[in-house]
Protein backbone atom coordinates (compact mmCIF):
# COMPACT_ATOMS: atom_id res chain seq x y z
CA UNK A 1 0.00 0.00 0.00
CA UNK A 2 1.22 3.17 -1.24
CA UNK A 3 2.75 5.17 2.27
CA UNK A 4 1.09 8.70 1.02
CA UNK A 5 -2.57 7.14 0.48
CA UNK A 6 -2.72 5.41 3.61
CA UNK A 7 -1.31 8.49 5.63
CA UNK A 8 -3.98 10.54 4.26
CA UNK A 9 -6.85 7.84 4.46
CA UNK A 10 -6.16 7.19 8.15
CA UNK A 11 -4.18 10.30 9.53
CA UNK A 12 -5.96 13.44 7.40
CA UNK A 13 -9.34 11.51 6.80
CA UNK A 14 -9.12 9.77 10.19
CA UNK A 15 -10.85 6.61 8.79
CA UNK A 16 -10.58 3.17 10.42
CA UNK A 17 -8.79 0.34 10.02
CA UNK A 18 -12.12 -0.95 9.00
CA UNK A 19 -12.98 0.79 6.25
CA UNK A 20 -9.54 1.36 5.07
CA UNK A 21 -9.29 -2.58 4.34
CA UNK A 22 -13.15 -2.08 2.88
CA UNK A 23 -11.56 -0.14 0.50
CA UNK A 24 -8.65 -1.83 -0.77
CA UNK A 25 -11.05 -5.32 -0.47
CA UNK A 26 -8.23 -6.66 1.72
CA UNK A 27 -8.01 -7.73 5.26
CA UNK A 28 -7.68 -5.91 8.48
CA UNK A 29 -4.47 -7.71 9.14
CA UNK A 30 -2.96 -5.98 5.87
CA UNK A 31 -3.98 -2.59 6.48
CA UNK A 32 -2.06 -2.83 10.36
CA UNK A 33 0.55 -4.33 8.54
CA UNK A 34 1.29 -1.75 6.19
CA UNK A 35 0.45 0.96 8.73
CA UNK A 36 3.61 -0.38 10.98
CA UNK A 37 4.92 -0.92 7.72
CA UNK A 38 5.33 2.83 6.93
CA UNK A 39 5.98 3.72 10.89
CA UNK A 40 1.94 5.49 10.94
CA UNK A 41 1.06 5.09 14.22
CA UNK A 42 -1.92 3.28 14.96
CA UNK A 43 -4.88 4.98 16.94
CA UNK A 44 -5.26 3.19 20.37
CA UNK A 45 -9.38 1.55 21.11
CA UNK A 46 -9.85 5.11 23.09
CA UNK A 47 -8.68 7.54 20.41
CA UNK A 48 -10.71 4.89 17.57
CA UNK A 49 -14.03 5.34 20.00
CA UNK A 50 -13.18 8.73 20.06
CA UNK A 51 -12.52 9.67 16.20
CA UNK A 52 -15.52 7.28 15.58
CA UNK A 53 -17.44 9.39 18.16
CA UNK A 54 -16.20 12.50 16.75
CA UNK A 55 -15.85 12.46 12.45
CA UNK A 56 -15.83 15.81 12.29
CA UNK A 57 -12.84 16.30 14.44
CA UNK A 58 -13.21 17.77 18.25
CA UNK A 59 -16.12 19.50 19.39
CA UNK A 60 -14.66 22.09 21.04
CA UNK A 61 -11.82 24.63 20.41
CA UNK A 62 -9.12 26.40 22.45
CA UNK A 63 -9.11 29.71 22.42
CA UNK A 64 -6.39 31.92 24.54
CA UNK A 65 -7.86 34.72 26.46
CA UNK A 66 -7.11 37.66 24.50
CA UNK A 67 -7.03 40.49 27.41
CA UNK A 68 -7.34 41.26 31.19
CA UNK A 69 -10.87 40.59 31.51
CA UNK A 70 -10.27 37.66 29.31
CA UNK A 71 -7.71 36.34 31.27
CA UNK A 72 -9.69 36.93 35.02
CA UNK A 73 -12.56 34.97 33.86
CA UNK A 74 -9.76 31.60 32.22
CA UNK A 75 -8.26 31.57 35.71
CA UNK A 76 -11.23 31.72 37.57
CA UNK A 77 -12.82 28.85 35.52
CA UNK A 78 -9.28 26.39 36.04
CA UNK A 79 -9.43 27.24 39.64
CA UNK A 80 -13.40 26.34 40.10
CA UNK A 81 -12.53 23.43 38.56
CA UNK A 82 -9.52 22.43 40.52
CA UNK A 83 -11.35 22.98 43.36
CA UNK A 84 -14.95 22.39 42.88
CA UNK A 85 -14.62 19.80 39.53
CA UNK A 86 -14.55 16.10 39.84
CA UNK A 87 -11.40 15.08 38.34
CA UNK A 88 -11.85 11.52 38.34
CA UNK A 89 -14.20 10.60 36.04
CA UNK A 90 -11.84 9.81 33.46
CA UNK A 91 -14.95 10.82 30.18
CA UNK A 92 -15.76 14.25 31.23
CA UNK A 93 -15.68 17.26 33.01
CA UNK A 94 -18.38 17.98 35.68
CA UNK A 95 -18.18 20.68 38.79
CA UNK A 96 -21.01 20.71 41.45
CA UNK A 97 -22.02 23.17 43.42
CA UNK A 98 -25.50 24.77 44.97
CA UNK A 99 -24.70 28.71 44.08
CA UNK A 100 -26.00 29.15 40.38
CA UNK A 101 -23.58 31.98 39.95
CA UNK A 102 -20.64 29.98 40.42
CA UNK A 103 -21.96 28.04 38.20
CA UNK A 104 -22.76 30.36 35.84
CA UNK A 105 -18.83 31.61 35.58
CA UNK A 106 -18.07 27.81 35.31
CA UNK A 107 -20.54 27.99 31.94
CA UNK A 108 -19.40 31.12 30.51
CA UNK A 109 -15.16 29.39 31.11
CA UNK A 110 -16.02 26.66 28.88
CA UNK A 111 -18.35 28.34 26.35
CA UNK A 112 -16.01 31.04 25.79
CA UNK A 113 -12.36 29.45 26.01
CA UNK A 114 -13.80 25.97 24.25
CA UNK A 115 -16.47 27.15 22.46
CA UNK A 116 -18.93 24.42 24.44
CA UNK A 117 -22.17 24.72 23.26
CA UNK A 118 -24.70 25.39 25.71
CA UNK A 119 -26.92 23.04 24.20
CA UNK A 120 -24.11 20.23 25.09
CA UNK A 121 -23.98 20.89 28.43
CA UNK A 122 -26.00 18.39 30.52
CA UNK A 123 -27.27 18.40 34.28
CA UNK A 124 -27.52 16.37 37.13
CA UNK A 125 -29.42 17.48 40.23
CA UNK A 126 -29.30 15.81 43.75
CA UNK A 127 -31.71 16.85 46.03
CA UNK A 128 -32.90 15.45 49.65
CA UNK A 129 -36.68 13.93 49.79
CA UNK A 130 -37.77 16.77 51.59
CA UNK A 131 -37.51 19.21 48.77
CA UNK A 132 -39.81 19.66 45.58
CA UNK A 133 -38.01 18.24 42.39
CA UNK A 134 -40.23 20.34 40.44
CA UNK A 135 -39.04 23.89 42.32
CA UNK A 136 -35.92 22.46 42.10
CA UNK A 137 -35.30 21.60 38.56
CA UNK A 138 -37.75 25.21 37.36
CA UNK A 139 -34.78 27.46 39.79
CA UNK A 140 -32.03 25.86 37.79
CA UNK A 141 -33.44 26.09 34.66
CA UNK A 142 -34.51 29.87 35.37
CA UNK A 143 -31.00 30.38 37.17
CA UNK A 144 -28.68 29.08 34.40
CA UNK A 145 -31.10 29.74 31.12
CA UNK A 146 -30.79 26.04 30.45
CA UNK A 147 -33.65 23.38 29.06
CA UNK A 148 -35.43 20.80 31.48
CA UNK A 149 -34.48 18.10 28.50
CA UNK A 150 -30.91 18.54 29.62
CA UNK A 151 -31.25 17.01 32.98
CA UNK A 152 -30.72 13.66 33.92
CA UNK A 153 -32.78 12.23 36.52
CA UNK A 154 -32.73 13.66 39.55
CA UNK A 155 -31.57 11.82 42.57
CA UNK A 156 -33.32 12.00 46.02
CA UNK A 157 -31.62 11.18 49.16
CA UNK A 158 -33.13 10.49 52.33
CA UNK A 159 -32.89 13.31 54.49
CA UNK A 160 -31.54 12.35 58.02
CA UNK A 161 -32.79 15.69 60.34
CA UNK A 162 -33.56 19.36 58.97
CA UNK A 163 -30.49 20.48 58.96
CA UNK A 164 -28.83 23.97 58.05
CA UNK A 165 -28.94 22.46 54.78
CA UNK A 166 -32.48 24.13 53.72
CA UNK A 167 -30.74 27.48 53.51
CA UNK A 168 -27.32 26.24 51.58
CA UNK A 169 -29.08 23.82 49.26
CA UNK A 170 -32.64 25.15 49.19
CA UNK A 171 -32.77 23.89 45.24
CA UNK A 172 -30.42 20.86 45.69
CA UNK A 173 -26.41 20.56 44.48
CA UNK A 174 -26.68 20.78 40.75
CA UNK A 175 -23.61 19.42 38.69
CA UNK A 176 -22.61 20.62 35.43
CA UNK A 177 -21.49 17.77 32.50
CA UNK A 178 -19.82 18.08 29.66
CA UNK A 179 -18.89 14.83 27.98
CA UNK A 180 -15.79 15.05 26.34
CA UNK A 181 -12.63 12.93 27.66
CA UNK A 182 -10.14 14.67 25.47
CA UNK A 183 -11.49 18.03 26.62
CA UNK A 184 -11.30 16.65 30.41
CA UNK A 185 -7.90 15.57 29.66
CA UNK A 186 -6.79 18.94 28.55
CA UNK A 187 -8.13 20.88 31.90
CA UNK A 188 -6.45 18.22 34.05
CA UNK A 189 -3.64 18.73 32.50
CA UNK A 190 -3.89 22.69 32.70
CA UNK A 191 -3.69 22.25 36.65
CA UNK A 192 -1.08 22.72 39.06
CA UNK A 193 -0.32 19.37 39.99
Known amino acids: MNKSKLSDMYLNKKMSIKDIAHYFNCSTHKVSYWLDKHDIPIRSISEAIYVKNHPKGDPF ?19 LYWGEGTKADPSS ?16 FMQKFFKVK ?17 EALDFWVKKLRIKHSQFYSPIVTKSGSIGTYRKKSRYGVLT ?15 LPM
Not at 93 to 108: A, C, H, I, Q, Y
Not at 121 to 127: A, R
Open 61 to 79: ELVDPQNTGDGILFGLGLG
Open 93 to 108: VRLGNTDPELLKKFMS
Open 176 to 190: VYYHNKKLRDILVNM
Open 118 to 134: KDDFKFGLQLFNDMSTG
